[in-house]
């Protein structure tokens, strides 16, 4: 599926709750789902963070953060966070929209914000807090066959979760939950 098919079918499903406000929540935080145009398919940029990080260690993830004071809107939160973590100039990254919320089970009330990445957009493979950053085509996220259902237990509490390997380890998580919600929305 071509970068230019996925915007459009987005668009026609896509969230235009307002933005312009960050939340006064501790937990609250935005992450941005960095869409490219990869040998003429449409691709999602993604990091595995640092064994050493505090938080989320050796995770698969997407570029982002916790809403500062100073974050203008959850958009300016992603596209702030992703510059840190990536080294991706802002001029390179253009929003198109957002999905809903994600709450996750540790307590962060998640924003995605989806965006695509211009063709010079160049971004470090390595950084203070991710340990790699690698592509996955769409396709191979929309392929269902691709996705294995996971027994985790938290809280005291057996759940099922559904996780997708990657070269650099399991996708799963919030992260796997906000793909999906993705996907819906464009195959």
């Known amino acids: 599926m071509k970068l230019s098919d996925v915007i459009a079918r987005f668009h026609i499903h896509a969230d235009t709750t307002s933005d312009h406000q960050a939340h006064t929540s501790v937990r609250d935080s935005a992450i941005l789902l960095p ?3 990869e040998h003429g398919e449409a691709a999602l940029l993604f990091c595995k963070r640092p064994a050493y990080l505090a938080h989320h260690p050796s995770q ?3 570029p982002g953060g916790k809403v500062e004071p100073s974050d203008k809107s959850k958009t300016h939160t992603a596209v702030r966070e992703t510059q840190e973590e990536l080294g991706i100039e802002s001029q ?8 809903n ?3 996750t089970l540790t307590g962060f009330c998640i924003r995605p914000i989806v965006a695509t990445l211009e063709k010079h957009a160049i971004w470090h493979t390595k950084s203070a807090e991710v ?3 690698f592509t996955i085509k769409l396709s191979h996220l929309i392929d269902h066959n691709n996705w294995q259902t996971m027994h985790v237990e938290y809280a005291g509490k057996s759940r099922q979760m559904d996780g997708f390997l990657t070269p650099y380890g399991l996708l799963w998580g919030a992260t796997a939950s906000v793909v999906k919600n993705f996907v819906k929305l464009v195959e």
């Open 60 to 62: 698969i993830c997407f």
């Open 101 to 103: 919320e994600h709450n």
């Open 35 to 37: 869409l490219i145009e």
């Open 131 to 133: 340990d790699h950053a």
């Open 92 to 99: 390179y990254i253009n929003p198109i929209g957002q999905l």
